[in-house]
Structures are given as structure tokens and as C-alpha cells.
């Protein structure tokens, strides 16, 4: 083979090798839950400058919705037991969701929310189809017979 075809190939192959880590890189988000993301933010200021996936939670009586802003806020625990009975001393984190209430945003709804701690202490969801993930217990149980 000629020295041109070399670097060619070598060259395309260092150019998808980069495009490839450059995906990756910008996909990763940092997956935790809400005890862990407090936990962090107390030991690590940066934490507010990226992506963060958390789950936890949802506590049904925080829910806010404004239908004319498509304006959501609730809070989320980190764990079931924590909702049931530990609830007022649970952690809580405040949500802020731009977009239409999802049907299954209701207690005790398992929720994970894509997007970045502020300094203010509040979880802002991205602006992303997925940044808001809810799946409802009592769907999923199953059927005594």
C-alpha cells in the first residue's frame, strides 16, 4: 500500500475515534440519588456545572402545575420508606419542570429527572422529552388474583 492510503485510513479512523468519544462524553450524566446529589453539593460546589440524572420520590402533595405556563414544581425523597415514614425528616429536593403534566406525576411516583442543581438549592429539568421519567407503582403492580 502507498504511504497516502496510510495516512488516510489513519486519519479517518483518529477522526471517528474522536467523534465517537466526544458522544459519549456528552451523554454522560452523573446518575444519583437525592440523599447522594445533597451529599455531593455539600462536599463539591461543581456539582451545579453538569448534568446530573437523580432519582427519587415523588411527594404528591408538593405537586404545582400551571397550565398557562406549562409551569411544574414538586418535590422528590430518596427512597419509598423515606415518603412513608420518615417523611418529615426526609431530604427533600424541589423540581422545576418546564412542560404538560404527565399523567403519572402523582405520590409515590418513581421519578427520574435529567438536568442541573442550582446554587439555589433547586433541581432544574432539562428541555428534553426525556428529562422527566415517571413510572406509577400502582401500574406496575401485580394483579392479586
Known amino acids: 500500500m502507498k504511504p497516502k492510503f496510510i495516512i488516510g485510513i489513519g486519519l479517518i479512523a483518529v477522526a471517528m475515534i474522536a467523534v ?3 458522544a459519549i ?5 452523573l446518575e444519583v440519588t437525592v440523599n447522594d446529589l445533597f451529599a455531593r453539593a455539600a462536599t463539591n460546589r461543581e456539582i451545579t456545572q453538569r448534568p446530573i440524572k437523580v432519582s427519587g420520590i415523588v411527594v404528591g402533595d408538593s405537586i404545582q402545575y400551571d397550565p398557562t405556563t406549562l409551569h411544574i ?3 422528590v425523597v430518596n427512597s419509598h420508606n423515606d415518603l ?3 417523611l418529615s425528616q426526609a431530604k427533600r429536593l424541589r423540581v422545576i419542570y418546564k412542560g404538560t403534566k404527565p399523567d403519572t406525576l402523582l405520590h409515590e411516583s ?3 429527572i435529567t438536568g ?3 446554587e439555589d438549592g433547586k433541581f432544574y429539568a432539562a428541555n428534553s422529552q ?3 421519567l415517571l413510572r406509577c407503582p400502582s401500574k406496575y403492580v401485580e394483579e392479586k388474583k
Request: charged content about 20%.
Open 20 to 22: 465517537i468519544t466526544f
Open 25 to 29: 462524553l456528552s451523554n454522560a450524566n
Open 73 to 75: 414544581e414538586f418535590d
Open 84 to 86: 412513608v415514614n420518615n
Open 110 to 112: 418513581e421519578a427520574i
Open 116 to 118: 442541573k442543581l442550582a
Open 130 to 132: 426525556d428529562a422527566l
